[in-house]
């Protein structure tokens, strides 16, 4: 179905594992881990359940890597996911794991009539809009009058939806070569939409905006083309763990916390004849140390990986050394407030969002408490690619005030009677990922995904970047295991 496909095991294959492991190691192995992000979790645990000895080397003083539940500084148990936050069920592999430990599930609400809209200097509810457009202000062409962002989204992206389905197979692949060099602000700009022309400048104005693709628009449009296959499907329905999502790489960790060395962070990797040999540094005491094994697997983001010298020259190949340096990562930024009344919930907002074109873009009021009464947060701003600029040059207490003041636009100044403390998170600050994930831009997906998760002599990759779902914990899951079972046949 995917460019994936041909670089990935069978989907109950993979079940099959995630319930009932690998088979048992006919010649157990010494096997290095460079990450203890949820990929290195997945490929250590199933490994080292075949019988193989393992050792995982993360530099942060953590395990679950850009999964991160942040519960400080805020009271009475609440939280926001910095990372990743919600589970689709069309995540076969997230879910068996989620099964497999009995992690509670909580439906999430991606949209909703109730929803906010403030664009243009407008603020009205999404039913409204959606019974009128015009009310937004974009000036969009007499034959797309009437039509809602994602009909028109829909629309600009059927001719190609419509020709996959005719035969996924066959069809993928001539989709791939035809649309490789295209980003989504291309092809909306150039290609024919159902309407036989282009949409006009204010119909990709009002999808950018309301569908949060304006920080994006120049990245791959087959991209956004296998998330719409995927997600804006009729009947997938998302989820977010009870609890926070770091609950899901903590499961992990009765099996695997006494063989993970943290605070280590890899310098350099070397491979010899017949083992692979890491140097890292002690994070706090800047103390080197160094790991033998018989193979290694690298989980890091490539965007990191730049930072480690990898030896000697010709043990990697070329088109793996371009993959690392020229791998694109999405940046993004979330700020959370805490305030010590619920006033979203007299707005009819609890669990729903608001869209806006204020920098804040994205802002979600959860519905995961501890209390019935008494405070709460907001996740104030999410924001990804372009969009995080204007937030990643400030600090924390400048994010958290500006979000103040762009929340005071769309609720009053309550915000400030009602506002306790905040926080706020940059992937792209963050050096231990030095990017939210891994999106490809154009004619990337023809040149360099080919080469992400091939073997270099004893050394095997994995994470989400490695697979087509990137920014999904999903792609994680799904590249550990095959980098586990590729070890495992050795």
């Given at each position: 179905m995917s460019l994936a496909a041909a670089y990935q095991l069978p989907p109950q294959q993979m079940i099959?594992?995630?319930?009932?492991?690998?088979?048992?190691?006919?010649?157990?192995?010494?096997?290095?881990?460079?990450?203890?992000?949820?990929?290195?979790?997945?490929?250590?645990?199933?490994?080292?359940?075949?019988?193989?000895?393992?050792?995982?080397?993360?530099?942060?003083?953590?395990?679950?890597?850009?999964?991160?539940?942040?519960?400080?500084?805020?009271?009475?148990?609440?939280?926001?996911?910095?990372?990743?936050?919600?589970?689709?069920?069309?995540?076969?592999?997230?879910?068996?794991?989620?099964?497999?430990?009995?992690?509670?599930?909580?439906?999430l609400r991606q949209s909703d009539p109730l929803d906010l809209l403030y664009v243009n200097g407008q603020k009205i509810r999404r039913i409204e809009y959606e019974r009128n457009p015009a009310l937004l202000r974009y000036q969009v062409a007499p034959h797309e009058e009437g039509l809602t962002a994602s009909t028109l989204y829909q629309l600009a992206l059927q001719p190609i939806v419509d020709y996959f389905h005719q035969d996924p197979t066959q069809h993928w692949p001539h989709i791939v070569s035809s649309y490789d060099s295209l980003s989504l602000d291309n092809y909306l700009r150039q290609c024919p939409s159902a309407f036989g022309v282009?949409?006009?400048?204010?119909?990709?104005?009002?999808?950018?905006?309301?569908?949060?693709?304006?920080?994006?628009?120049?990245?791959?449009?087959?991209?956004?083309?296998?998330?719409?296959?995927?997600?804006?499907?009729?009947?997938?329905?998302?989820?977010?763990?009870?609890?926070?999502m770091d609950l899901l790489p903590d499961a992990f960790l009765p099996q695997l916390s006494d063989v993970i060395h943290y605070n280590n962070k890899v310098t350099?990797?070397?491979?010899?004849?017949?083992?692979?040999?890491?140097?890292?540094?002690?994070?706090?005491?800047?103390?080197?140390?160094?790991?033998?094994?018989?193979?290694?697997?690298?989980?890091?983001?490539?965007?990191?990986?730049?930072?480690?010298?990898?030896?000697?020259?010709?043990?990697?190949?070329?088109?793996?050394?371009?993959?690392?340096?020229?791998l694109r990562y999405m940046s993004g930024t979330k700020v959370a407030i805490e305030f010590k009344h619920r006033f979203w919930i007299e707005q009819d907002l609890n669990d729903r969002l608001t869209v806006s074109d204020l920098p804040l873009r994205m802002t979600y009021y959860p519905d995961h408490v501890p209390v019935s009464t008494g405070s709460g947060i907001i996740l104030a701003s999410y924001t990804l690619g372009n969009d995080t600029t204007s937030w990643d040059g400030l600090n924390n207490e400048e994010r958290v005030r500006s979000a103040l003041q762009h929340l005071a636009v769309l609720h009053g100044e309550q915000v400030y009677t009602h506002f306790v403390k905040g926080t706020s998170f940059s992937w792209n600050h963050n050096p231990y990922s030095c990017g939210a994930f891994s999106y490809l831009i154009p004619n990337q997906a023809g040149e360099l995904y080919p080469h992400l998760c091939t073997q270099e002599g004893k050394v095997f990759f994995a994470g989400e970047h490695t697979t087509f779902t990137h920014g999904w914990v999903q792609g994680a899951i799904e590249s550990g295991i095959r980098a586990a079972y590729e070890v495992n046949l050795k």
């Amino acid at each position: 179905m995917s460019l994936a496909a041909a670089y990935q095991l069978p989907p109950q294959q993979m079940i099959d594992m995630i319930h009932n492991g690998l088979p048992a190691a006919k010649q157990p192995h010494r096997i290095l881990i460079v990450g203890a992000g949820m990929s290195g979790l997945v490929a250590a645990s199933l490994l080292r359940s075949a019988g193989h000895e393992v050792e995982i080397i993360e530099a942060n003083s953590r395990a679950g890597g850009r999964v991160f539940t942040i519960r400080t500084p805020f009271s009475n148990g609440l939280f926001y996911n910095a990372g990743a936050y919600r589970i689709p069920d069309v995540h076969y592999l997230t879910m068996a794991y989620v099964k497999k430990y009995n992690l509670p599930l909580d439906k999430l609400r991606q949209s909703d009539p109730l929803d906010l809209l403030y664009v243009n200097g407008q603020k009205i509810r999404r039913i409204e809009y959606e019974r009128n457009p015009a009310l937004l202000r974009y000036q969009v062409a007499p034959h797309e009058e009437g039509l809602t962002a994602s009909t028109l989204y829909q629309l600009a992206l059927q001719p190609i939806v419509d020709y996959f389905h005719q035969d996924p197979t066959q069809h993928w692949p001539h989709i791939v070569s035809s649309y490789d060099s295209l980003s989504l602000d291309n092809y909306l700009r150039q290609c024919p939409s159902a309407f036989g022309v282009p949409l006009s400048a204010g119909a990709i104005e009002m999808i950018n905006v309301l569908l949060d693709n304006e920080g994006m628009k120049e990245y791959s449009l087959l991209e956004f083309l296998m998330s719409a296959l995927t997600y804006n499907q009729p009947g997938v329905t998302f989820y977010e763990l009870v609890g926070g999502m770091d609950l899901l790489p903590d499961a992990f960790l009765p099996q695997l916390s006494d063989v993970i060395h943290y605070n280590n962070k890899v310098t350099k990797v070397i491979q010899h004849a017949d083992q692979v040999t890491l140097s890292a540094r002690q994070t706090r005491t800047n103390q080197v140390s160094t790991f033998s094994a018989d193979y290694c697997i690298i989980t890091l983001p490539f965007s990191v990986l730049r930072q480690v010298e990898l030896l000697p020259f010709t043990s990697f190949s070329l088109p793996k050394r371009q993959a690392i340096r020229e791998l694109r990562y999405m940046s993004g930024t979330k700020v959370a407030i805490e305030f010590k009344h619920r006033f979203w919930i007299e707005q009819d907002l609890n669990d729903r969002l608001t869209v806006s074109d204020l920098p804040l873009r994205m802002t979600y009021y959860p519905d995961h408490v501890p209390v019935s009464t008494g405070s709460g947060i907001i996740l104030a701003s999410y924001t990804l690619g372009n969009d995080t600029t204007s937030w990643d040059g400030l600090n924390n207490e400048e994010r958290v005030r500006s979000a103040l003041q762009h929340l005071a636009v769309l609720h009053g100044e309550q915000v400030y009677t009602h506002f306790v403390k905040g926080t706020s998170f940059s992937w792209n600050h963050n050096p231990y990922s030095c990017g939210a994930f891994s999106y490809l831009i154009p004619n990337q997906a023809g040149e360099l995904y080919p080469h992400l998760c091939t073997q270099e002599g004893k050394v095997f990759f994995a994470g989400e970047h490695t697979t087509f779902t990137h920014g999904w914990v999903q792609g994680a899951i799904e590249s550990g295991i095959r980098a586990a079972y590729e070890v495992n046949l050795k």
